[in-house]
């Protein structure tokens, strides 16, 4: 039996997808389907592999517009099985739980790739900035 599972798993894996970022944009198109206010971008390169990725749903988004005071900006390097940084925007609300507002995997930790980032996550905000 275990032999069948781990058959199962395997074609699981490796049969819907040619590769780790069309299962994402298709992973991302799903939730976009099911949430009219989900946002995503991303960016390719000129062999058309995805690059960077910025994703937030529609609750980061009522949350964002309603507990505006502060935003924590985090960044967990290369600990994931891409070894690309993981970008975490973190807010709280008003019992002191943690939101996460927003998420992106990037290729590395230029100037130009934390502006592309920070100028998504402020169009996925209707360009909001927080107060300062």
């Known amino acids: 039996m275990k032999d069948l599972y781990n058959k199962i798993d395997q074609q699981r894996r490796t049969a819907p997808f040619e590769s780790d970022s069309e299962g994402a944009i298709s ?5 976009a389907a099911k ?7 991303f960016t390719a390169d000129s062999e058309d592999r995805m690059v960077d990725m910025f994703w937030r749903d529609g609750h980061s988004f009522v949350d ?9 900006f985090n960044n967990t390097y290369k600990t994931n099985v ?18 996460v507002s927003g998420a992106a995997l990037l290729s590395d930790e230029t100037v130009e790739t934390y502006t592309w980032l920070l100028r998504k996550f ?11």
């Open 35 to 41: 949430d009219p206010h989900f946002f995503c971008r």
């Open 122 to 132: 402020l169009d996925s905000m209707n360009g909001k900035c927080q107060r300062l």
């Open 64 to 72: 964002y517009q309603c507990y505006g005071d502060v935003l924590i």
């Open 27 to 31: 992973y991302m198109n799903a939730l």
């Open 82 to 99: 891409y070894n690309r940084p993981l970008i975490l925007f973190v807010r709280t609300n008003n019992h002191r739980g943690s939101i």
